[in-house]
C-alpha cells in the first residue's frame, strides 16, 4: 500500500547553487547533502536534488500546464508579497500571477530551469 510521496526529484547541473537557491532564496531547510544527491524539505515534504553529472540541462520548451517535466507548487499565503520578495533575490518570473477563482499562481524556473510554481489557494 502506497502511504505517501516521499519525494519528488530534479536534475541540477550544479549542487551548490541548486542547494543555495533552495535553501536561502525559498528558505527551505536543507536535509540532506552530498555532490551526487540532496534533499530539501519543507513542512515535511521534499525535494531531491540529483546531479546530473556535470551534463547541462535541456532548456524548457514550455511552462504552461502541459509541460512534461511537471511542476512543484508551493504553497504562500500572500502571493504578492512572496513574488516581490522573490524578484528582490532576482528570481525571474515566467509571466504574471494569474488570478483564477480557485487561487492565484505564478510560474518561476530554479537555476537549471526546473518548473516551480507559487500557488495561493483561494478557499
Request: charged fraction near 30%; aromatic fraction near 10%; hydrophobic fraction near 40%.
Amino acid at each position: 500500500m502506497i502511504t505517501r510521496i516521499h519525494h519528488v526529484m530534479f536534475m541540477v547541473e550544479h549542487m551548490d547553487r541548486a542547494l543555495a537557491f533552495y535553501r536561502d532564496v525559498l528558505g527551505m531547510k536543507v536535509d540532506y547533502s552530498s555532490e551526487y544527491f540532496s534533499m530539501v524539505e519543507c513542512d515535511r515534504s521534499f525535494i531531491g536534488l540529483h546531479w546530473s553529472e556535470g551534463r547541462p540541462m535541456p532548456e524548457q520548451q514550455d511552462y504552461g500546464h502541459d509541460n512534461r517535466s511537471g511542476t512543484v507548487s508551493l504553497e504562500v499565503d500572500d502571493i504578492d508579497t512572496e513574488v516581490a520578495r522573490l524578484r528582490g533575490l532576482k528570481v525571474q518570473f515566467l509571466g504574471e500571477i494569474s488570478r483564477n477563482p480557485w487561487w492565484d499562481d505564478v510560474a518561476f524556473a530554479d537555476p537549471d530551469g526546473n518548473l516551480l510554481r507559487l500557488v495561493r489557494p483561494k478557499a
